[in-house]
């Protein structure tokens, strides 16, 4: 513990990661909707997927966006919400945000639909979930981040509890 007259306060451990689900989340084509006050606008509606892990599996259902906005250095801000459907009926929304950017020349990559290594790039979510099924209350009350992958007609994004 460090002398009471330093008078910074003591750093507390930094939280475990558990690994929860991987979202397998299905594209329709990007809609542009032109530059906004922030930057280019779009939405990529979400129209299925499959949810696979430890604590979670289902299939993505057909409803949901992700609503971005690419800012003018490139950076796209995410912000999806979509839903989707566990393997023993519960519905679970997701409400995900976060941030995709890199080298300009991996962005236009992505942008053409080519496969990029995501470790190339910058993918990350802080992601929300909620449920009314009391077998999955803890996704109300737990905090989850995302590490993201962008494929041609889907994004895979890993979620992690925050311990």
């Known amino acids: 513990m460090p002398p009471a007259s330093s008078g910074s306060p003591e ?3 930094a939280p475990g990661l558990r690994p929860v689900c991987t979202l397998t989340v299905e594209l329709s084509p990007i809609r542009e ?5 922030a930057g280019k606008r779009r939405i990529i509606p979400i129209v299925g997927g499959r949810v696979e892990g430890p604590e979670l599996q289902g299939t993505i259902l057909n409803v949901g966006a992700d609503w971005q906005t690419v800012y003018d250095d490139g950076c796209a801000f995410l912000d999806a919400r979509y839903a989707f459907e566990t393997a023993d009926g519960a519905i679970i929304e997701v409400v995900n945000k976060g941030f995709r950017h890199g080298p300009p020349e991996i962005i236009e990559r ?10 190339d790039y910058y993918m990350r979510t802080a992601a929300h979930l909620e449920t009314g099924d009391p077998r ?6 737990t905090l989850f981040v995302g590490t993201g992958a962008r494929r ?5 994004i890993t979620l992690f509890a925050v311990a």
């Open 136 to 141: 999955y209350a803890w996704v109300n009350r």
């Open 33 to 37: 909707l032109g530059r906004g006050r």
């Open 152 to 156: 041609p007609s889907a994004v895979e």
């Open 110 to 119: 992505l942008a053409a639909g080519e496969a990029v290594d995501p470790d």
């Open 11 to 13: 750093m507390r451990a």
